[in-house]
């Protein structure tokens, strides 16, 4: 053993492997290849066509896979179809032990879940020993507590059906928990299909499953590729899809399930801003790199990959970077003692490495970890950029590698501008001892994730999804559960009644009737940026009232009203950042100022819908409340502090969405506007309304009612029109952070589609019809969940 | 250049490579230390993580105990220490793993031996006297130790005393009080001081980490200990009510290699009290290797003030060795 006397010498590592016995002889016990888990069952691979999963950190075959068919979707689809009468049916309690059962069997068999995902994905066995497996584990802990309180946590919402759940395989078993654990206990069943890179963990999960007697047909699971999810996305029988992925394919499927009325959730890209402030801990902050780009080999949709160094202490912090860059090793993911591990496949070794060629053409100087890589299999010696503006292909595209741009910035300000000025806006690490700037910085990051002295913190408990073309919806904690919950009054809601195309009509109209003879003419004029404005078109029609009569005329809005309109909005921000008792106040007011304007708005209503004086009483009243209740909101829906770490607060902030497009129905006019537009001031946002058409005077009159209130301009503009001509424009605009639409199935097919430019946000009314005058249906915190998107922001303290 | 190079195992090449010129230290410079951010969230996670990131196994784990041995003072300060208990823990430095053991993992002939021998100052006449002859040199602890209450001047005469009994390195005590009021130039003059005293003796500055509360003081009395002069900063008594941690020698540790790169010296590290496992061993060794690398790693910059631990380091060479659970009876008692 002379060897001991050279190791004292060179004071090596060497190598430290994981044995991987136990996960051989499982895949060898399944060498004909594995099928698809439906129905309680696997389905063998015969007839199946199959393909080939690779062990990307030496390029051997580790296994096959039944590739799913129509008809397997299909066989799926129907067994979930057919578990969910029961399943959702059971007492949270029931669920809740099944889910229980689920968590205790992973703990059980966390080193095989371990080293099977490390062999499947590449990435080290020290983080899913570490961090994915315990992660998985605690999600199913704690969805089994919310399965176990949603009977009473989540009153008036009842499961949404049958989920197609789409998952990537950057982490494969994580990704799934975080789609199976919500929907189980929400009552739903799912169908799910594991990325084909990575497939192995979710049928060991299915193993689980069997192993633990969860019914037949709640947990069903589908392999295959992209063409096999967009069989499930697509499929008639499923009514909420929920994927994590890229942007570009989030955008596919919002398009392919647009009008389907199916409830979707997409956790996509990033290109999170890193941002060191030069107070920081800067020794800590380089760990925090390390933990944010150099992990899991950088295959992180909310990696800290865009490092932003205030400019003074920049050739310091990179110095420190390389020379920390010298201690990480990259091999084998098995060996106990590697930080980094191969990429996914040799495909995505071939996307980052053309990304990094490009960067280094673009004129970026690469830095790399002065490492050896194994001569098979798709490793990549991790690095950074500098020399990179927000010009270069590598600072605007997700590299999705362990390579990270770093680049400085001069003031807080700059920093914020920077850290912005993507598409993306998953999440953020903000490197600063001030506690002033660093919630500062959180509070103007646009991003659904913050972490203050720290990166990449998950916790079953906080929700974790992003704003912008990072996608909508959460996942985790209790924000999360709504994308798995209906409120039980959108449910059931009829069709609206088949109406008449209305389409306002530009020219004069020589037959028809007038009301009012005599009186001085009424010019309604579109209402941008806290003044009227005239249509930008120059054409006016004619408003129809009761009896068929000519009651005025309002403004023929077009694109170009919508574009002056969403300018005013998103100059308007300081409205957001008013205090909620400021924006209270002003709401309130509004409410006085309507009030003494009864008559002229019953008489109005009565003139233009026709309605009773009573019905318009009526519509007044509840208007007026609607104004007192969220006037009162304002200060009140406010956000959570999550159980999470030790010594961190985790608060779950809501914020404004921003700029919202709101599209209003014709029925009841004045409380339908009102019941729509004021949750979403009353959070801070600015909107773009548009009124009814067929009666778009009372929104014109209610303008008027702004101006004396002290709305800040810009808050509310109003553009009057053929509605689904403006709604289009609104949902196209990318400046548009969400879109409310209230219209017909057609229109809310179209708005569907033409918001994935920028991927906004939207709720629709799928063309049907609600009671606006009933406080289950018109008013309520559904309202306010809906104007508001949750951005968590953790912060770690002490001393 | 300490007598230890001659007998460390047997890398050499290494150890002249890496060879350095005591610290001199520097003239008070606040401006290095006093605007530090330490972050103790992200202190922690870096040091939890460190040693589940890396692990040594098999001949590379039997060899890092070897090391660690190599780096041991071996300590005994306790009240009721005798000569006789003195000349015991003398015998197991100079033959700290069983001939045997050394036999099979081919080292007999690399002259195995603790770093040091740690005692009070009145033991170091017993401990000198049993050590002679090996290399191995006598550390005392001086200065009050360990509360460090007692007048500078008796304190500078203890070290005096210890140097003059053949103590070869000085493990001296600072005054919490200087850190906890930020009185630097009283610290830096201290320490300054106690350094002249200690002569060619080689001195470690015990910080006593556990009664300085915060992060950043730990930071702040590296650095000052550091520009006095210390060639060792050391964590801790042993007698704190928190000893030796691996967040608070991460601290410690950035200091040293910031004070490196600032004033172009080398200063050595010594964890002390607590740890107690063959796995702690480990673990610091592997916080040395990350952090500021293979010099580190050496008795002459780094260094375990630790009593017990030798015995489980022991245990588990044997059970390298024998493939079979080892009994501590079956090793020489310290």
Redesign the interface.
């Given at each position: 053993?002379?060897?001991?006397?050279d190791?004292?010498?060179?004071?090596?590592?060497?190598?430290?492997p994981e044995s991987d016995t136990d996960v051989r002889n499982w895949l060898e016990t399944h060498a004909t290849g594995f099928g698809h888990f439906i129905n309680g069952k696997f389905t063998g691979v015969g007839g199946h066509k199959t393909f080939a999963v690779i062990n990307p950190a030496n390029d051997a075959v580790l296994a096959k896979v039944a590739h799913g068919a129509a008809e397997d979707v299909d066989a799926a689809v129907k067994a979930a179809r057919n578990a969910f009468a029961k399943w959702s049916k059971l007492p949270g309690h029931e669920r809740a032990k099944y889910l229980y059962a689920i968590a205790r069997h992973i703990q059980k068999r966390e080193r095989f879940f371990a080293v099977l995902e490390t062999m499947d994905n590449g990435k080290p066995i020290?983080e899913t020993r570490?961090i994915d497996i315990p992660l998985v584990a605690r999600h199913f802990y704690h969805h089994a507590g919310w399965a176990e309180m949603i009977e009473t946590e989540f009153e008036g919402f009842s499961p949404v059906g049958v989920c197609g759940q789409v998952i990537p395989w950057n982490f494969p078993l994580l990704m799934l928990a975080w789609k199976i654990a919500p929907a189980l206990a929400a009552g739903n069943t799912v169908v799910l299909k594991p990325a084909e890179l990575t497939p192995l963990t979710a049928i060991a999960f299915a193993e689980v499953c069997h192993e633990i007697g969860l019914p037949a047909g709640v947990v069903n699971i589908v392999h295959g590729d992209g063409a096999t999810g967009a069989l499930i996305c697509g499929h008639d029988d499923i009514d909420k899809v929920a994927f994590t992925g890229s942007t570009e394919v989030g955008r596919i499927i919002r398009e392919q399930i647009a009008g389907s009325e199916k409830k979707l959730s997409l956790e996509l890209g990033g290109k999170s801003p890193f941002i060191v402030f030069e107070?920081?801990?800067?020794?800590?902050?380089v760990?925090?790199v390390v933990?944010a780009i150099w992990f899991n080999q950088g295959e992180v949709c909310c990696a800290g990959s865009r490092i932003l160094v205030q400019e003074g202490i920049a050739p310091r912090f990179y110095n420190k970077l390389r020379k920390r860059m010298e201690?990480l090793r990259v091999g084998d993911p098995l060996d106990?003692?590697m930080?980094i591990g191969a990429l996914v496949s040799a495909g995505q070794l071939k996307r980052v490495t053309a990304l990094v060629e490009q960067g280094k053409i673009d004129g970026g100087k690469l830095w790399q970890a002065p490492v050896r890589l194994p001569a098979k299999g798709s490793y990549f010696a991790p690095g950074f950029f500098t020399d990179v503006e927000p010009t270069s292909t590598v600072c605007e595209v997700e590299i999705f590698g362990p390579v990270a741009t770093a680049s400085t910035f001069r003031t807080p300000d700059e920093a914020i501008a920077l850290a912005n000025n993507t598409k993306y806006g998953l999440a953020a690490s903000i490197w600063s001892?001030n506690i002033n700037l660093a919630l500062d910085m959180a509070a103007r990051v646009k991003a659904g994730v913050i972490w203050i002295?720290?990166t990449n913190l998950l916790d079953a408990g906080a929700g974790f999804g992003g704003y912008r073309e990072s996608g909508f919806g959460r996942e985790g904690g209790r924000e999360g559960l709504y994308e798995y919950l209906t409120a039980d009054w959108e449910k059931r809601l009829p069709l609206v009644k088949a109406e008449t195309a209305f389409k306002p009509a530009a020219a004069p109209d020589g037959d028809a009737k007038i009301a009012a003879a005599g009186t001085i003419d009424r010019t309604a004029k579109n209402y941008i940026g806290g003044k009227q404005s005239r249509p930008d078109s120059g054409y006016s029609y004619s408003v129809i009232g009761k009896g068929g009569q000519v009651i005025g005329q309002a403004g023929l809005g077009n694109r170009k009203d919508i574009r002056n309109a969403v300018e005013a909005a998103a100059k308007a921000g300081s409205w957001g950042g008013a205090t909620a008792h400021n924006r209270a106040q002003v709401l309130y007011y509004l409410g006085e100022n309507l009030s003494t304007r009864q008559a002229e708005f019953e008489a109005l209503l009565a003139t233009s819908t026709g309605v009773s004086a009573r019905a318009a009483s009526e519509e007044f009243a509840v208007s007026l409340r609607r104004i007192f209740y969220y006037a009162a909101q304002a200060d009140k829906y406010d956000g959570a502090v999550h159980s999470t770490k030790s010594?961190?607060v985790t608060l779950a902030m809501n914020e404004p969405w921003g700029v919202m497009g709101i599209v209003c129905p014709d029925e009841l006019p004045l409380l339908s506007f009102v019941s729509l537009v004021l949750p979403a001031i009353a959070m801070g946002n600015r909107v773009i309304a548009v009124p009814s058409a067929r009666h778009p005077l009372l929104a014109t009159n209610f303008y008027q009612v702004l101006d004396t209130s002290d709305v800040l301009g810009g808050v509310v503009n109003i553009v009057t029109g053929e509605r689904d001509v403006l709604a289009k424009t609104l949902a196209e605009h990318d400046e548009v952070d969400a879109i409310w639409y209230a219209g017909s199935k057609e229109g809310s097919t179209m708005v569907e589609i033409a918001s994935c430019g920028n991927l906004k946000a939207t709720w629709i009314n799928n063309g049907r019809q609600r009671d606006w005058l009933s406080n289950s249906q018109g008013l309520g915190k559904d309202f306010l969940r809906r104007a508001v998107q949750v951005k968590n922001i953790w912060v770690?303290?002490?001393? | 250049m300490n007598t230890q190079h001659a007998v460390v195992s047997n890398g050499t090449e290494i150890q002249l490579a890496h060879s350095h010129a005591r610290n001199t230290g520097t003239k008070l410079k606040p401006e290095w230390f006093e605007d530090i951010a330490v972050n103790r969230s992200a202190t922690e996670r870096r040091a939890a993580t460190l040693t589940t990131r890396r692990t040594v196994k098999k001949e590379y784990q039997a060899a890092w105990l070897v090391k660690a041995i190599t780096c041991i003072d071996l300590t005994t300060l306790a009240g009721d220490d005798t000569p006789g208990r003195v000349r015991r823990l003398c015998a197991k430095a100079k033959r700290p793993v069983r001939d045997d053991i050394l036999e099979a993992l081919g080292l007999a002939d690399e002259n195995i031996r603790v770093g040091a021998v740690c005692v009070y100052p009145t033991m170091v006449p017993h401990a000198v006297k049993a050590l002679h002859g090996s290399g191995i040199p006598v550390a005392s602890v001086a200065t009050g130790f360990p509360a460090g209450l007692t007048p500078l001047p008796q304190r500078l005469a203890e070290i005096h005393y210890a140097v003059g009994e053949g103590a070869a390195e000085i493990d001296i005590v600072i005054t919490r009080e200087h850190v906890l009021t930020q009185n630097w130039p009283a610290l830096h003059d201290e320490i300054a001081q106690m350094r002249e005293a200690s002569g060619e003796a080689h001195m470690k500055a015990i910080l006593a980490t556990g009664d300085l509360n915060t992060l950043r003081n730990v930071y702040r009395a590296s650095m000052v200990a550091m520009q006095a002069g210390a060639d060792f900063i050391k964590t801790s008594t042993g007698k704190e009510e928190v000893n030796a941690t691996l967040p608070v020698s991460l601290i410690m540790l950035r200091a040293l290699r910031d004070y490196g790169e600032l004033s172009g010296q080398t200063v050595g590290f010594k964890p002390a009290g607590g740890m107690k496992t063959a796995k702690d061993a480990l673990n610091w060794l592997i916080l040395m290797k990350e952090e500021l690398g293979l010099p580190w790693l050496q008795p002459d910059l780094f260094r375990l003030g630790a009593s017990s631990m030798l015995g489980d380091i022991e245990r588990q060479l044997e059970h390298y060795v024998t493939g079979r659970y080892a009994a501590s009876s079956r090793h020489a008692l310290a």
């Open positions: 053993m002379g060897q001991i006397k190791i004292l010498r060179t004071m090596d590592y060497g190598p430290a020290r570490d107070d920081a801990d800067m020794d800590g902050a760990e925090g933990d201690t106990k003692a930080d001892e002295n720290s010594r961190h770690p303290y002490g001393e | -």
